[in-house]
């Protein structure tokens, strides 16, 4: 399909980009773009997806100053201050 297509400056940036590292020709760079972002199953941008973890927590994260002890403690334990 042969159309005419109008890019913002930014796209035409990240296409000649890759261009320029690939040596592909505009139509092969943006086929091959066009096809990444849309394949099945892609989560969309702003999704995360964090997982699910057993167990409870091992400090109360609405205190502060237990989280930022306990991450002093891990610290020097790792570094064999402690």
Do not use: F
């Not at 702003?46 to 989280?67: F, K, M, N, Y």
């Amino acid at each position: 399909m042969r159309t005419t297509l109008t890019l913002d400056d930014d796209v035409a940036a990240i296409i000649e980009r890759e261009r320029a590292e690939t040596g592909e020709t505009l139509r092969q760079v943006a086929n091959r773009l066009i096809r990444q972002g849309h394949r099945p199953g892609r989560q969309r941008r702003g999704t995360v997806v964090l997982p699910l973890l057993s167990g409870g927590p091992c400090v109360e994260i609405a205190d502060i100053s237990a989280v930022l002890a306990e991450e002093e403690d891990e610290h020097l334990r790792d570094t064999g201050q402690l």
